[in-house]
């Protein structure tokens, strides 16, 4: 039994066209992420934080800045390399995820 690449069940799974069309999504995620990362430091600095602040106020004050903006950075990253439709279908299943979580 042939076995699949993993370009092809990413390709299966997402739901696109192309083995391009995935690799572009994976390049989406890696930009996403280093830039998430990137503004991590600049935005921690400019509020105060750092690594003797309680891991919970850092977590929290993460998730308050971060967190929004990896969204965001998702879907302009996205948007710049053509895959805004993928991305935005993308954050409305988790945001529909994260909604039933919540509404149990």
Request: no cysteine.
């Amino acid at each position: 039994m042939a076995e699949t690449s993993f370009i092809r069940r990413l390709q299966t799974r997402w739901g696109v066209h192309s083995a391009w069309q995935v690799l572009v999504i994976l390049v989406v995620f890696a930009l996403t992420g280093f830039s998430a990362m990137y503004i991590k430091r600049p935005i921690f600095a400019a509020l105060g934080i750092d690594g003797t602040d309680p891991w919970w106020l850092r977590t929290l004050v993460w998730m308050v800045t971060v967190l929004p903006a990896y969204q965001v950075l998702l879907l302009l990253y996205g948007f710049l390399l053509g895959q805004f439709a993928f991305f935005w279908a993308f954050e409305k299943r988790m945001f529909d995820r994260i909604r039933k979580l919540f509404s149990r």
